[in-house]
C-alpha cells in the first residue's frame, strides 16, 4: 500500500495566485514527520517545509504553509503568491519515528506550471 | 555553508561495467542517505549511514551494490555489472540528529545521473 499519495500528477497556476497540493498519508506510527521537498528541472532537491504529528499550529515558512489535518491523514502544501520561479517538481515525505534511521518515503510528486 | 556534493554530477557506461559515486555530506551532519530517482517517481530509499556505521538497506540495494563510509565523512555507492535498470538518479542527502530526531529535514545534493548504454 502507499504510504504516501499524491494524487495530482501537473497543476498550473498563475502568477500571484494562490495554490494548494495535495498529500494524504498512511501510517501506524502515532509519531512522525512530514516535509516537503521542490525539485526545479536542474534535479536538486530543496527543504521546504517539516510537520510533526504532535505540533498543534500548521508550519508556515514565507510564501509556504503547510494544511495539516491529522484525522484525514493528509498534509497539503500550500503556496501563497506564485512566482515563475515555483515551477518544479513538488514532492510529500514522510518520516517515521519508530524507524530510528529516519529514512523518508516520498510520494510520487506533483509537478507545478505557473503561468504568467 | 557548503551543501552536500555528489560527484560525477553524470555517468554514461556500458552494459555490465562497474559505477563508483562519491557523496560529500555536510560536514556536522552524522548520517548520510542515498536514494534512487527514476524518471517521474519520487526518490526510494536505498541506505542509511550513521558515521561510520550501516544501518539500514533496502530490498532494492541488491548483492550488485554496495555503500561504504569508512571514516563517517563521505560514503561512496559502488554498482558492479550495471543493467540497464541501473539507470536512474542517484541522490545522496545528509541529517544531523541522535536517536529519534523526526524533525531534521535532510539535506539533498544535486545527484548523480547514470546511464547505461
Known amino acids: 500500500a502507499q504510504k504516501i499519495t499524491q494524487t495530482q500528477p501537473g497543476m498550473f497556476v498563475q502568477e500571484k495566485e494562490a495554490v494548494t497540493l495535495d498529500c494524504t498519508y498512511d501510517t501506524s506510527d502515532p509519531s512522525y514527520g512530514l516535509f516537503w521537498y521542490k525539485q526545479p528541472s536542474s534535479g536538486e532537491m530543496i527543504f521546504l517545509i517539516y510537520q510533526g504529528s504532535y505540533d498543534q499550529q500548521n508550519a508556515t515558512e514565507g510564501r509556504y504553509s503547510l494544511n495539516f489535518q491529522k484525522a484525514r491523514k493528509s498534509a497539503n502544501l500550500v503556496i501563497s503568491a506564485s512566482q515563475l520561479g515555483d515551477s518544479a517538481m513538488y514532492f510529500c515525505?514522510?518520516?517515521?519515528?519508530?524507524?530510528?534511521?529516519?529514512?523518508?518515503?516520498f510520494g510520487q510528486g506533483t509537478e507545478l506550471s505557473v503561468k504568467p | 555553508d557548503t551543501g552536500v556534493s555528489q560527484n560525477p554530477r553524470h555517468k554514461i557506461t556500458k552494459r555490465g561495467q562497474n559505477v563508483t559515486f562519491r557523496c560529500d555530506p555536510i560536514?556536522?551532519?552524522?548520517?548520510l542517505y542515498w536514494y534512487r530517482q527514476t524518471l517521474g517517481q519520487g526518490p526510494e530509499f536505498l541506505t542509511y549511514f550513521q558515521n561510520e556505521a550501516q544501518l539500514e538497506k533496502s530490498r532494492l540495494l541488491s548483492d550488485r551494490f554496495s555503500a561504504e563510509r569508512p571514516k563517517g565523512s563521505f560514503s561512496t555507492l559502488e554498482i558492479q555489472r550495471t543493467e540497464q535498470g541501473d539507470s536512474a538518479m542517484y541522490l545522496c542527502?545528509?541529517?544531523?540528529?541522535?536517536?529519534?530526531?523526526?524533525?531534521?529535514?535532510?539535506?539533498f545534493g544535486d545527484g548523480t545521473r547514470l546511464s547505461i548504454l
Open positions: 542527502a545528509s541529517s544531523s540528529g541522535q536517536g529519534k530526531s523526526a524533525n531534521q529535514p535532510q539535506h
Open positions: 560536514s556536522e551532519h552524522n548520517r
Open positions: 515525505a514522510m518520516r517515521e519515528l519508530y524507524n530510528q534511521g529516519g529514512k523518508l518515503i
